[in-house]
């Protein structure tokens, strides 16, 4: 699962979440974590008995980290992935590194808004052989790449789009 956020990654990266959650809970951690989750998904993997989830008196499902933890095991051993976790695994990159670039990068601009499209992402190469990941880096776009990238923007907004 290394394209996907591990247990110690998540908790650090995302504190303050509580335990035990309800089915929302554990699938939007999932999906966070880079794993296509859906409530139908979790409800299958305790309907099969690979994930045993304990139940309040009204039936609802109480999901504490173990249980998600077996979860993102199954999922990912299906290889139910988001497209973010599908592109780290393609490109070979740690996620957690990501995100701590790109939140690295957002303190260092300030003045942009904290969306990678005002962002410009590098992938530094690994050695995969070793285990090494890639690298990713991230650098504020350029007043010239802002200006450039806004007139893409406003030469599609004038052209009719055709499906």
Request: negative net charge; hydrophobic residues 40%.
């Amino acid at each position: 699962m290394r394209n996907v956020l591990s247990r110690s990654d998540y908790e650090e990266l995302f504190p303050r979440q509580s335990y035990p959650a309800r089915t929302h809970g554990a699938k939007c951690e999932l999906v966070t974590r880079g794993l296509q989750a859906t409530a139908s998904a979790l409800d299958y993997l305790v309907a099969k008995g690979d994930v045993v989830v304990p139940q309040t008196e009204s039936g609802r499902r109480m999901w504490d980290r173990q249980h998600i933890d077996r979860a993102a095991e199954c999922l990912a051993d299906a290889e139910v992935f988001t497209p973010s976790a599908w592109q780290h695994l393609v490109e070979d990159t740690d996620p957690a590194q990501d995100i701590r670039a790109f939140r690295e990068a957002c303190r260092k601009a300030p003045h942009l808004p904290p969306d990678p499209a005002y962002f410009v992402r590098t992938v530094m190469p690994g050695v995969p052989g070793l285990g090494i990941y890639a690298t990713v880096h991230y650098r504020a776009m350029t007043a010239d790449e802002l200006a450039a990238w806004h007139g893409l923007i406003e030469q599609a907004r004038g052209r009719e789009v055709t499906a």
